[in-house]
T-cell receptor, first 114, second 114 residues
Framework: AQSVTQLDSQVPVFEEAPVELRCNYSSSVSVYLFWYVQYPNQGLQLLLKYLSGSTLVESINGFEAEFNKSQTSFHLRKPSVHISDTAEYFCAVTIITGRRALTFGSGTRLQVQP | EAQVTQNPRYLITVTGKKLTVTCSQNMNHEYMSWYRQDPGLGLRQIYYSMNVEVTDKGDVPEGYKVSRKEKRNFPLILESPSPNQTSLYFC?????????????FGQGTRLTVV
């Protein structure tokens, strides 16, 4: 079975500083990888995903993540965060040969301070 | 507007009193899933469905039932709720088997069992 580990439960950072949210996964088969974001009192929204091709994927609001197969990681980065990026971020996987829905990590709460 | 609708948004109930949380999607998606979100644990899958009358257990199915009699609806049933089922519940849907296009999430149902 696949699993996802997010090592940091909370990441405080000042506005305009860079940030990295870490995600590692475990699976015996190939996976698809995702980052979802949850703003306060809302459901989850897709931020970005890796299916195949270029290992660096980007979102429309400046986040990027790089798939590293050898380290089984999919860390999320942003060079300069805004107050509006304050949210909880979830890393998730699905297995390519599977029939189940997304498997999520425990989440990282990003707190951007002025 | 494409959406997943859950009802109710908030519910306080007593131990042992049967309840149903409804979930409906208007996107004609075949694939649906229920998750519970608990602090420090992220989202854990309860049940998922691949089509009408086709459902399967996720990681934490104990104490829950589901049904899929129509494509658009996927209710979650707690026949005898207990306090350890106090949680935030999300319903999600996807147009594809591997959930590798964007999954759509409801706004969540916050359940308290006393």
């Amino acid at each position: 079975a696949q699993s996802v580990t997010q090592l940091d439960s909370q990441v405080p950072v000042f506005e305009e500083a860079p940030v990295e949210l870490r995600c590692n996964y475990s699976s015996s088969v190939s996976v698809y990888l995702f980052w979802y974001v949850q703003y306060p009192n809302q459901g989850l929204q897709l931020l970005l995903k890796y299916l195949s091709g270029s290992t660096l994927v980007e979102s429309i609001n400046g986040f990027e993540a790089e798939f590293n197969k050898s380290q089984t990681s999919f860390h999320l980065r942003k060079p300069s965060v805004h107050i509006s990026d304050t949210a909880e971020y979830f890393c998730a996987v699905t297995i390519i040969t599977g029939r189940r829905a997304l498997t999520f990590g425990s989440g990282t709460r990003l707190q951007v301070q002025p | 507007e494409a959406q997943v609708t859950q009802n109710p948004r908030y519910l306080i109930t007593v131990t042992g009193k049967k309840l149903t949380v409804t979930c409906s999607q208007n996107m004609n998606h075949e694939y649906m899933s229920w998750y519970r979100q608990d602090p420090g644990l992220g989202l854990r899958q309860i049940y998922y469905s691949m089509n009408v009358e086709v459902t399967d257990k996720g990681d934490v199915p104990e104490g829950y039932k589901v049904s899929r009699k129509e494509k658009r609806n996927f209710p979650l049933i707690l026949e005898s709720p207990s306090p350890n089922q106090t949680s935030l519940y999300f319903c999600a849907s996807s147009p594809d088997r591997y959930w590798n296009t964007e999954a759509f999430f409801g706004q969540g149902t916050r359940l308290t069992v006393v």
